[in-house]
């Protein structure tokens, strides 16, 4: 019976498909970038994939998003082969380290690698302390990884230290990449009969006529991920978040700016990596409900809208694609009419339910007709005034404007806007 299984076994293994996936990094690497490589990476492992092919053409990118996809280079079971191609690429600064952290570092002639001095995001001065502390740290990432794929650790870490560059022969001649390769045919014929080491295993890949090659792509949420973790986007949400607040603090009453800021000001930190991706996305979907809630009491809708966006933002950040029940929901353009629905239902679910509690209910927002309050801005028509521990949408019926601090009298509602009239100082 054990020797029939074998057999079965052995049998199976001789008719099953030979895959390589393919992953490919154009242009700077963000936290898009990370989330794509870290994810596709742990599905060709999960599928069992004969090896990985990652395609690169980088000037480089943010420190934290390189290091996630060292470590899942360096934790994949899986072969990793890294491609500087089509002719004329680079792998610069962060493009280096995962060049070299790969089992095969390949090059195609006319490309460039090195130059990996970390630098500011937006190439502003640091003081010298910090600049050497950033040095030190990238520097021994590099040697860590040269020791750990036996590449030649002096010049990897003077790119580094000098940010010297290298053509691709030069770096084939210092011993930083495997090999030189003027397309993937070459590349392919190269390793048809070489050997690869990985995670103290050989590898034999052999004739890669036989493979099938299979690309993984990013998926809709990396692409955005990718857009706003750059760190000029990035930072303006963060900018805009801090001013919208600061108004907020300045001309109490606005709502919308304090409540849009806040939301801006959770995203930024997220996207530049100040907080922890789940614990931000926590944040904001905590921030959404409370908004909705509020919304629920308050005289106006911007608070709903604002918190049903903060809600679907948290839930975009925190919902992991990579994950099979959850896959369908966030591949592709799956997502945004979904984002669509869930939004417009939360905002119908507000109103209706305001309006079943404010105006049908008998003990609702009648009881705060004659009800004294404090007018929130000047206005002649209509604006915000704050009663009951609430700001409400008011319209002024009388013929008086209405000044800022002013006490104003609730005479009506329509809806749930409040007619006011102003009250003799």
Same mark, same amino acid.
């Given at each position: ?255 919308? &700016?304090? @409540?849009? #800021? =806040?939301?801006? !000001?959770?995203?930024? /930190? %997220? $996207? ?6 789940? *614990? ?56 945004? &009419?979904? @984002?669509? #629905? =869930?939004?417009? !239902?939360?905002?119908? /679910? %507000? $109103? ?6 404010? *105006? ?66």
């Amino acid at each position: 019976m054990l020797r029939l299984l074998i057999f079965i076994l052995i049998i199976f293994s001789l008719n099953a498909e030979k895959v390589i996936n393919t992953i490919t990094i154009r242009g700077p690497i963000f936290i898009g970038v990370a989330n794509y490589v870290e994810r596709a990476l742990a599905q060709a492992n999960q599928q069992y994939a004969s090896a990985v092919l990652i395609y690169i053409d980088t000037p480089g990118g943010d420190l934290m998003s390189t290091q996630k996809i060292i470590q899942a280079i360096l934790s994949s079971q899986v072969p990793v082969l890294c491609f500087v191609s089509p002719s004329g690429s680079m792998a610069a600064s962060a493009g280096l380290l995962i060049l070299i952290s790969c089992d095969i570092a390949a090059v195609t002639p006319g490309s460039t690698l090195g130059a990996a001095t970390p630098v500011m995001a937006a190439g502003e001065k640091i003081s010298e302390d910090m600049r050497k502390k950033a040095i030190e740290i990238v520097a021994s990432l590099a040697k860590s990884i040269s020791e750990e794929k036996n590449r030649n650790i002096e010049w990897v870490k003077k790119a580094v230290t000098e940010a010297i560059a290298a053509s691709a022969q030069e770096a084939l001649s210092e011993r930083v990449i495997d090999l030189v390769a003027k397309s993937e045919e070459d590349l392919f014929s190269q390793l048809k009969t070489r050997t690869i080491k990985s995670k103290d295993r050989e590898h034999q890949l052999g004739d890669f006529a036989e493979y099938k090659k299979i690309p993984i792509e990013q998926n809709l949420k990396e692409h955005i991920l990718q857009i706003l973790g750059s760190p000029e986007i990035a930072g303006l949400l963060l900018s805009l978040g801090l001013i919208g607040i600061a108004l907020e603090f300045y001309n109490p009453g606005l709502i919308f &700016p304090g @409540a849009l #800021g =806040l939301v801006f !000001l959770i995203s930024g /930190l %997220i $996207l530049l990596r100040y907080v922890p991706i789940t *614990i931000g996305a926590g944040v904001l979907i905590f921030v959404g409900l409370i908004m909705i809630i509020a919304d629920f009491f308050a005289g106006t809708i911007i608070l709903g809208v604002i918190g049903a966006v903060a809600l679907l933002a948290g839930l975009f950040y925190y919902l992991d694609p990579s994950a099979p029940p959850l896959e369908i929901t966030l591949s592709g353009e799956s997502f945004l &009419p979904l @984002a669509a #629905g =869930l939004a417009v !239902l939360l905002l119908w /679910l %507000i $109103l209706e339910v305001r309006k079943a509690f404010f *105006i049908q209910h008998p003990s609702g927002i009648n009881m705060f007709k004659g009800q004294s309050g404090i007018a929130l801005g000047d206005f002649t028509t209509e604006g915000s005034v704050f009663f009951q521990g609430t700001i409400w949408k008011a319209r002024n019926i009388s013929k008086k404007p209405v000044q800022k601090n002013q006490k104003v009298k609730v005479v009506d509602f329509d809806g749930l806007v409040a007619k006011i009239e102003p009250e003799e100082n």
